[in-house]
């Protein structure tokens, strides 16, 4: 099993240069409209590490080498002075506190710079409030409003479009859009989201039905309001495994499709757990591929912050085995093994 997951990160990082051209890791994807592609999506993506708040087991840097192209990002003031710029933070920056925004989409900058293929969308809930302008700040200050496309009336236009023009990354906030700042949708204007407070054991559905907008979010995950006074959501990490597998994602994406919605964003919690990669490649009618990230990108498998790099066991062997042979499960393992050794390194 090591010497697989040894080969599984190797060819993560030496391989994937010499794919051929592909639009989100598919080249049956290029032809396809933005609104008519599914993406794997996290929910809370900035949320990891050792709090009971944490919705995620790996950082933004590792979801988006893992093939993830979602992302949800929650900002907040830092203090009740409401002074800070914004922060991510999950229920209450005291509880988890994930750091200014504006290093976030650095490294979400970072992987677009070295993956010109990949279309990224970010869909923020404004807890501040903040403005438009304050968040555009944010994005211009990490320079990642160069990738922003701005929504237009009509047709969405191919991957393939979006990637020529280097606009490939779509950005949605929840509240303070403002002309201002055109990049930066409303994203009721675009986006229906199915439930997202589900208490264990309840069944996954698609309402609202009836509602029309261009894009579906599919929301799969399970939370738990811990206190009866306070709006904080916090996940149930034991149920990931049995909340992602391929049968329930299908299943809950089928009952949108039969109401006519295609399910734009699978959003889960823990997405490491289960088989939400297998299940978008699915819904997509793509075989699913190995890794979608550059070779360029992929040396930054740790934080941004810790500026480590892989140790140097950890190189292909002519004794590995094929990366053709390597599926996602050991992909995502040697991803998340390289971290770990760093870590004692």
Same mark, same amino acid.
């Given at each position: 099993? #090591? ?19 592909? =639009? ?5 994807? =290029?032809?396809?409209?933005? @609104? ?6 996290? %929910? ?16 933004? @840097? ?8 979602? /992302? ?16 991510? =933070? %999950?229920?209450?920056?005291?509880? /988890?506190?994930?750091?200014? /925004? ?6 979400? +900058?970072a992987f677009m710079d070295g993956n010109a293929d990949e279309v990224v969308t970010i869909f923020i809930k404004n807890n501040g409030p903040f403005s438009a302008e304050a968040i555009a700040q944010a994005f211009a200050q990490a320079r990642l409003d160069k990738y922003a496309y701005t929504p ?6 191919? /991957? ?7 606009? +490939? ?51 799969? &995950?399970?939370?738990?309001?811990? #206190?009866?006074?306070? @709006? ?29 919605? &295609?399910?734009? #964003?699978?959003?889960?919690?823990? #997405?490491?757990?289960?088989?939400? &990669? ?33 140790p140097a066991v950890l190189t292909l062997t002519s004794a590995a085995e094929p990366c053709s042979l390597l599926n996602h499960t050991a992909l995502m393992a040697a991803l998340v093994v390289g971290t770990l050794l760093v870590a004692f390194i």
């Amino acid at each position: 099993m #090591f010497k697989t997951v040894v080969a599984a990160l190797a060819c993560g990082l030496v391989s994937s240069a010499a794919a051929a051209q592909a =639009c989100n890791g598919y080249s049956q994807l =290029c032809g396809k409209t933005f @609104d008519n592609v599914a993406f794997p999506s996290t %929910h809370n993506s900035f949320a990891y590490g050792n709090s009971a708040a944490a919705t995620q087991s790996v950082n933004i @840097d590792m979801q988006l080498q893992a093939g993830v192209r979602g /992302l949800m990002l929650d900002i907040q003031y830092k203090d009740s002075t409401n002074s800070s710029k914004p922060y991510l =933070c %999950h229920t209450e920056c005291t509880v /988890l506190n994930a750091g200014p /925004l504006v290093d976030e989409l650095q490294k979400i +900058r970072a992987f677009m710079d070295g993956n010109a293929d990949e279309v990224v969308t970010i869909f923020i809930k404004n807890n501040g409030p903040f403005s438009a302008e304050a968040i555009a700040q944010a994005f211009a200050q990490a320079r990642l409003d160069k990738y922003a496309y701005t929504p237009k009336a009509g047709a969405w236009p191919t /991957l393939q479009t979006m990637i020529a023009q280097n606009k +490939r990354l779509v950005v949605f906030v929840d509240g303070g859009s403002d002309t201002s700042v055109p990049w930066l949708a409303y994203d009721k204007d675009y986006v229906v989201q199915t439930p997202y407070l589900v208490p264990p054991y309840r069944p996954f559905g698609c309402s609202p039905m009836t509602a029309v907008r261009p894009l579906w979010i599919m929301n799969r &995950f399970v939370s738990e309001r811990l #206190f009866p006074d306070k @709006d904080f959501d916090f996940p149930v990490a034991n149920e990931a495994g049995t909340v992602n597998t391929f049968p329930g994602i299908v299943e809950q994406a089928e009952i949108c499709g039969s109401a006519g919605h &295609f399910p734009n #964003f699978i959003v889960v919690d823990f #997405f490491y757990e289960g088989a939400l &990669f297998e299940a978008v490649a699915h819904i997509n009618n793509v075989t699913l591929a190995s890794l979608t990230t550059s070779a360029a990108s992929a040396t930054a498998v740790s934080s941004a912050a810790t500026k480590t790099t892989l140790p140097a066991v950890l190189t292909l062997t002519s004794a590995a085995e094929p990366c053709s042979l390597l599926n996602h499960t050991a992909l995502m393992a040697a991803l998340v093994v390289g971290t770990l050794l760093v870590a004692f390194i």
